[in-house]
């Protein structure tokens, strides 16, 4: 069977909390802000801790130059399905956690008879393997920004794996499993059996519903092509 492509792209957006329904003073605070930092036609996705007009605020947020794309579930999330606005869930708030054991290969920089200050200078971290050999449980996650990261458990569903290199789950992934993290477009994933809840390498994404059914479950390798899409490929044993 084919090696089966799919290409999404992570996008960058704001997250704008209101405690207010003022629009005056949402105004008048928000425009420096977003003057100040943000380019015209920055993304934003709303969430409020207060009932308010939603297409009133997405008016006012586009004249700002702002461009509305969600607001969180919540006290919004009725006034936007009447208007088939999207609804996001709102943000998990994830025990980040350490792995059970960690491999760190250094390099020390090339000294000379000549240079006595470089030769006793601190090695330099080069890459590091985060080892985890529980099961990743909801709400739980494990970043590794300097390396790669195996797991030689499972990860349940509502955890998160975020690697700057590559993963490996010898088990079930059942949670969110980010490889590349910062870009690195030659990081892999391989895991025992996918049913991760998302997939990602140096941001190109595939949701649940969007991974091809002949590798659900299955012993898979994935990994970016030429074009940047996602490859799925059932490994055999």
Do not use: W
Not at 94 to 123: C, F, N, R, Y
Not at 196 to 211: F, H, K, N, Q, R
């Amino acid at each position: 069977m084919a090696d089966i492509r799919i290409k999404g792209r992570m996008v960058n957006a704001l997250r704008i909390s209101l405690d207010t329904n003022d629009h005056d003073a949402i105004r008048q605070q928000l425009k420096p802000k977003l003057q100040a930092a943000f380019p015209p036609g920055t993304l934003a996705v709303i969430e409020s801790s207060v009932d308010q007009e939603l297409i009133a605020l997405i008016q006012l947020l586009i004249d700002l130059e702002v461009q509305p794309m969600a607001v969180t579930e919540g006290i919004l999330g009725d006034q936007a399905r009447a208007i088939q606005f999207p609804v996001l869930p709102p943000d998990r708030q994830l025990q980040e956690i350490k792995a059970t054991k960690e491999q760190v290969v250094e390099v020390k920089p090339e000294s000379t008879a000549d240079d006595d200050e470089k030769a006793d200078a601190a090695p330099i971290v080069a890459h590091v393997t985060s080892y985890h050999d529980e099961i990743l449980r909801t709400g739980q996650c494990i970043v590794q920004n300097q390396g790669d990261i195996i797991i030689t458990a499972g990860i349940n569903s509502g955890s998160e794996v975020i690697a700057s290199g590559n993963i490996h789950i010898y088990g079930s992934a059942r949670g969110r499993v980010i490889a590349g993290a910062g870009g690195n477009t030659a990081a892999r994933i391989f895991c025992h059996a996918l049913e991760a809840e998302l997939i990602s390498i140096a941001g190109t994404y595939c949701v649940a519903d969007d991974i091809p059914p002949n590798v659900v479950k299955k012993p898979v390798h994935i990994y970016l092509n030429d074009q940047q899409e996602l490859v799925f490929k059932a490994l055999q044993f």
